[in-house]
């Protein structure tokens, strides 16, 4: 373990093994480092946060801040955070409310690039990607898998679907659809992540049920419930045709279109 003598560290702050602390770094009361985490040069970490282990916090990063929440009232919520996940110059993130379950989660292997922001309640997966300045607000789901790009805002309860690609600059108030391309100030849908799902080595089938799929709710002349149960009755049995189905079901905001 190497901390530098400049940082303050709270005696209650528990450290793993092989952690380092850079100069004039704070970590708090109540916040729980896994082994091997690094925590760069003026890195702020407040509690009640649970980080596991080999998370990388680079300088100016805030994590577990009060949530900009008018409602908040000084409640005890929480931050809870996986394994391996990179959190890069100035990121955000802040932690739950009482209204909205009282937890801010982050699953492992996301990179979170300069400037990210995450309000309080969201709930991001596992292996997502945001890039710089990406930007989400209260309650906000991000399923595995997804990118969001730089200067991209989500607006409040929306969710982003698995290995959905919002482009840059892009505002989504609903929610954007696995597997798809969404982008624009207002956001559009522009058809199947192709070269993504392709890097992530999604079988050839896969991607073109996919686009089969996309092509009978966005092309076709039925309804989008006629076009659900086509998709139920003609995709039995594929798997991620079966999650867009799925998704778009569970929607409360609509779907961006």
């Not at 596992?126 to 607006?155: C, M, Q, R, Y």
């Not at 798809?180 to 522009?190: D, E, H, M, Q």
Request: aromatic share 6%.
């Amino acid at each position: 373990m190497t901390l530098h003598p400049t940082a303050q560290i709270h005696p209650a702050a528990l450290l793993g093994d092989g952690t380092t602390v850079g100069a004039f770094s704070v970590i708090g009361a109540d916040v729980s480092l896994g082994s091997g985490c690094e925590v760069g040069p003026h890195a702020v970490i407040e509690g009640p946060t649970v980080m596991g282990a080999r998370c990388k916090i680079f300088p100016f990063a805030c994590i577990g801040m009060a949530p900009q929440d008018l409602k908040y009232q000084g409640e005890r919520t929480t931050i809870e955070i996986g394994d391996d996940n990179v959190f890069r110059e100035g990121v955000t993130v802040h932690r739950g409310t009482a209204g909205g379950g009282g937890v801010t989660r982050i699953g492992s292997g996301n990179l979170l690039m300069a400037q990210t922001h995450i309000a309080h309640d969201c709930q991001v997966e596992s292996h997502v990607i945001f890039a710089n300045a990406a930007t989400l607000a209260g309650h906000v789901v991000v399923e595995e898998g997804a990118t969001i790009g730089a200067f991209s805002g989500v607006h409040q309860f929306c969710r982003v679907g698995a290995h959905a690609y919002v482009g840059g600059y892009s505002v989504i108030t609903q929610d954007a659809l696995p597997y798809v391309l969404t982008v624009g100030n207002r956001a559009k849908s522009f058809g199947i992540n192709v070269v993504g799902l392709e890097r992530k080595s999604f079988p050839p089938e896969t991607i073109q049920a996919l686009r089969q799929a996309y092509r009978i709710l966005f092309r076709s002349r039925l309804t989008l419930d006629e076009a659900l149960v086509r998709l139920r009755d003609e995709f039995a049995g594929q798997n991620e045709v079966g999650r867009l189905v799925a998704f778009i079901r569970g929607s409360k905001r609509g779907v961006v279109r």
